[in-house]
């Protein structure tokens, strides 16, 4: 079973709300953070205008967290330079979302922002 409508909520409420602080009203058409939901995981992307400004902006992953909804936890995953989601050794798994979202915003390890 997908998130229901209240747990959307929650994931915008968090996922959301770090996405929109993150991208600078400033420089929204240069560099934004959307966030996508698809089954059990929810996904946050840096988005670029292409560089000649003819096409489709550009995704790069920043974040996944997938719920496992047999243990009731998020998983948080980041993305290598081979363009594969791999597990955030760190920290294994959560009960809070929330807690996972400052995870990456603090970014201690350098491994979604660089």
């Not at 948080?76 to 996972?100: G, I, N, S, V």
């Amino acid at each position: 079973m997908a998130f229901d409508e209240l747990e959307l909520k929650r994931i915008d409420k968090t996922v959301g709300e770090f996405c929109r602080r993150r991208t600078n009203s400033l420089y929204a058409d240069k560099l934004r953070f959307v966030y996508e939901v698809d089954g059990h995981a929810v996904s946050i992307y840096e988005e670029r205008p292409p560089w000649d400004g003819v096409g489709e902006w550009t995704r790069m992953g920043v974040a996944r967290f997938r719920f496992v909804r047999t243990r009731g936890e998020w998983r948080l995953y980041w993305m290598r330079r081979d363009l594969k989601w791999h597990p955030y050794e760190p920290d294994a798994a959560t009960t809070d979302l929330a807690a996972f979202v400052k995870v990456v915003e603090t970014d201690k390890y350098g491994a979604f922002f660089g």
